[in-house]
C-alpha cells in the first residue's frame, strides 16, 4: 500500500495533468457554443432551429456519461476521458464537413460529438477527488474546473484566426475554428493518455482494497437509485440542474438575440460582439473557480450552492429585464457564469462528500448525465421560447427554473436536516 506521501505525490500530479489537459480540451465547445446557433440557423433557414447546436451538445454529453463513468469503473480515469476526447475530436472534423458542404445535418452530428468532451471535463473534475484529502475536495476539484478557462475563453474568439488559417487552406472562414479546436483536443487527449498514470481511480480501489467492478454495474438505474437514496446528493444534484438549466438556456439564445439587435442597429461586428459576450461568460464561468473551491470547503458545500443559485436567479432576470442594452446583457452573462461556478463547484464537491468511493462513479456518472440531459432540453426549450416572446421571454423563463431549484433544495435540506458538508 502506497505511504501518505506517495498517495500525495500522485495526487499532485494528478491535478497537474489534469488541469493541463483542460486547458486544450475545452477549446472545442467554446468555438461550438460561439458559433453553433448562428450556424444552425443559417444552415436550416428556420431561427427556431437556433438551439440545435447547443441541445446536440448536451445530448452528446448526456448519452455518454454513464458509458464514460462505466469504462472509468472497469479500466480507470486514463482510458474513460482518453476516450471522450477521441470521440470529440471526429466531432470537430464534422463540424468543419458542415461549414464545407453547408450542412445542417453535420452541425447537429458534429455538436452532438463535441458535446463528449463536455462529459470528459465533467468527469475530470470528478476524477481530481479521487486521492484528494476530503478537507482539500473542493480546492482541487475547484482547479481543474479553473484550468478550462483558458480554452473555454479563448475558443469563442477563434473565429478571426481560424479564418485566416481556413484562408490559407482554400476553406470556408468558420470551418478555421473548428480545426484549431480540433487541434485543441488532440494536445488534451496526448496528456491525458502519457501522463495520467498512476491511475487515480484505480489507485484509490487499491488503497481501499475495493473488489473488481462487475461488468453489469454503473447504469443510469443504478446511479439513479445512489442518489434518491441519500438526501444530501439529491439536493446537489437538484443545485447543479438548477443552475445548468439555466445557464445554458439563457446563454445558449445570447449569441442570436445579439446578432438580432446588432443586425436591427446596423452593425457589421456581430461576431467580434458575440465572441467578446461568451467569452467574459465562460470567464466568469471557470476564472474564479479556485476561490469557489476555497469558500465550498470553508463555508459549507450547501452554503454555496444556494448562493450559486441566487447568483444564478438574479443573473437571468437582468439578462431577460436588460435585453434591448448589450452592455447589460454582457454583466447578466458574467453574473450568470459565475453563479453557475459557485453551484456546480459546491454541488459536485457536496456530491462526491456525500458518498462512500465504493458508490461515487455511479453516481457521478448519473448526475453528469442527467444535468447534460437537463441542459440540453432548455437549449432546445429556450430557442421555442426566444422564437414565441423573444430574450426577454428567456430570461424570466429560466429565472423560473432557477427559483424553483433554489426552493427544491431548501426544502431537502429542512425536511431531511442535511448538515453542512
Known sequence: MSTPTSTAEIQRRVRIALSCAQVFSSLGNGSTLALGSILAVELSGNEALAGTATTALGLGAALSAVPLARLAALRGRRVALGTGLLVAIVGTFAMVGAVVFSSFPLVALGSLLVGVATAVNLQARFAVTDLAEPHQRGRDLSLVVWAITVGAVLGPNTG?????????????????????SAAGMVIGGAIIIVFLRPDPLLTRRRLDDAPPVARGSHSWAAGARIVASNPT???????????????????????LHIAHHMHDAGSPDTLQVVGLTISLHIAGMYALSPVMGVLTDRLGSRTMTVVGLVGTLVAALLAGLGAVHLPLVTVALVLLGLGWSAATVAGATMLTASLPPSRRVEAQGFTDALVSLVGAMAAASAGLVMGGIDYLGVGLAYGGVTLLALLGLLTLARRDRIRPL
Request: charged fraction near 0%; proline fraction near 7%; glycine fraction near 16%.
Open 160 to 180: 478571426g484566426p481560424g479564418a485566416v488559417l481556413a484562408a490559407a487552406i482554400g476553406m470556408p472562414a468558420h470551418a478555421g475554428a473548428f480545426l484549431i
Open 233 to 255: 446528493s439529491l439536493a446537489a444534484v437538484v443545485g447543479m440542474i438548477g443552475a445548468h438549466a439555466t445557464m445554458v438556456g439563457v446563454m445558449a439564445m445570447t449569441p
